[in-house]
């Protein structure tokens, strides 16, 4: 089993900044992506970003180059730099990875906990 903690998240200003951490931990045989989503109240999960190996990046188009993602391979952690925030931003945050537990096993997508992040003034 593949386990995720995330950590960051927090009460923050309006253009002020935040950054996530998801460390992924256990039965870990091999990463495919690890990315970032959020869900505001009433809304439905979406993508904010995505990281496949060291430098392959997707953002969501909301981002409009205020966050980054970035990925430490040897700790199996992922990042979410986060700048510029708006109050629009404010959701839970969930880590995602998709990988293999096992050589053999299947495919699966790990889910974090969530973490909370509010930008208000």
């Known amino acids: 089993q593949v386990q995720l903690v995330e950590s960051g998240g927090g009460l923050v200003q309006p253009g002020g900044s935040l950054r996530l951490s998801c460390a992924a931990s256990g039965s870990i045989f091999s990463i495919n992506s690890m990315g970032w989503y959020r869900q505001a109240p009433g809304l439905q999960r979406e993508l904010v970003a995505v990281?496949?190996?060291?430098?392959?990046?997707n953002y969501a188009d909301f981002v409009e180059g205020r966050f980054t993602i970035s990925r430490d391979n040897a700790k199996n952690t992922v990042y979410l730099q986060m700048n510029s925030l708006k109050p629009e931003d404010t959701a839970v945050y969930y880590c995602n990875v998709v990988g293999r537990s096992t050589e053999w096993g299947a495919v699966t997508n790990y889910w974090g906990q969530g973490t909370q992040v509010t930008v208000s003034s």
């Open positions: 990281i496949r190996g060291s430098t392959s990046t």
